[in-house]
């Protein structure tokens, strides 16, 4: 079964600056999508960026991008210019790019929770 | 286009009971999952619904079930409510293209508390 880790609990960042989320995922399939949600205190999970896994090139939405190390099975995310907006729990993602008949279940990550000081 | 909608938003029951949640995907999505969110145990697939059949189902206790109608909304219900059961239950769609490659969108989802 899939595993994904996300090691920070909690992060925290200045308004403009730049800060990097970590997510290291479990698997033993070589194909696969990766993702990451944004909730903020609302709940709603909104979708921040997603990666193929056969895709060499790492992944860019405006201010966000991320770090994508196959062989390392690792997906990190970093987000530039920090905004008062982009404080929320942070949730990496895996699913399973299956056939036709494949599940879109994802496997998230525990989250981090990121706090951005003005 | 509206989103991934959810009813009710909240809903307070007690052990013992049954409940039903609802979800409306995004018009012309056909697939939809639920999960079970809680600070403990995090965010959990509980099953995933297309064309009105189950695709998958997560590792969770028959009380919980769940079924999708011919125009792509799905409800979820969940007997002789434990404390446990306590949780945000959300919902997601996606149009569910072969292979995967779909995004899936998320409802507001439906916060439960049982006493």
């Known amino acids: 079964a899939q595993t994904v880790t996300q090691s920070q609990p909690e992060m925290s960042v200045q308004e403009a600056e730049t800060v990097t989320l970590s997510c290291t995922y479990d698997?033993?399939?070589?194909?696969?999508?990766l993702f990451w949600y944004k909730q903020p205190p609302s709940r709603q999970m909104i979708l921040v960026i997603r990666q193929e896994a056969y895709k060499q090139q790492n992944a860019t939405e405006n201010r966000f991008s991320v770090n994508f190390q196959k062989a390392a099975k690792s997906f990190s995310l970093k987000i530039s210019d920090s905004q008062l907006g982009d404080a929320a729990m942070y949730f990496c993602?895996?699913?399973?790019?299956?056939?036709?008949?494949?599940?879109?279940?994802?496997?998230f990550g525990k989250g981090t929770k990121l706090t951005v000081n003005p | 286009k509206a989103g991934v909608t959810q009813t009710p938003r909240y809903l307070i029951k007690t052990r013992g009971q049954q409940v039903t949640l609802s979800c409306s995907p995004i018009s012309g999505h056909r697939s939809v999952s639920w999960y079970q969110q809680t600070p403990g145990q995090g965010l959990q697939f509980l099953f995933e619904?297309?064309?009105?059949?189950?695709?998958n189902k997560g590792n969770f206790p028959g009380r919980f079930s769940g079924r999708q109608f011919s125009n792509s909304r799905s409800e979820m219900n969940v007997s002789t409510l434990e404390l446990g059961d306590s949780a945000l239950y959300l919902c997601?769609?996606?149009?569910?293209?072969?292979?995967?490659?779909?995004?899936?969108?998320f409802g507001p989802g439906t916060r439960l508390l049982v006493l």
């Open positions: 619904y297309f064309s009105e059949t189950q695709r």
């Open positions: 997601a769609s996606s149009t569910r293209l072969a292979g995967g490659s779909e995004t899936q969108y």
């Open positions: 698997t033993s399939e070589s194909d696969y999508y």
């Open positions: 993602a895996y699913r399973s790019a299956g056939t036709q008949g494949g599940s879109e279940k994802l496997v």
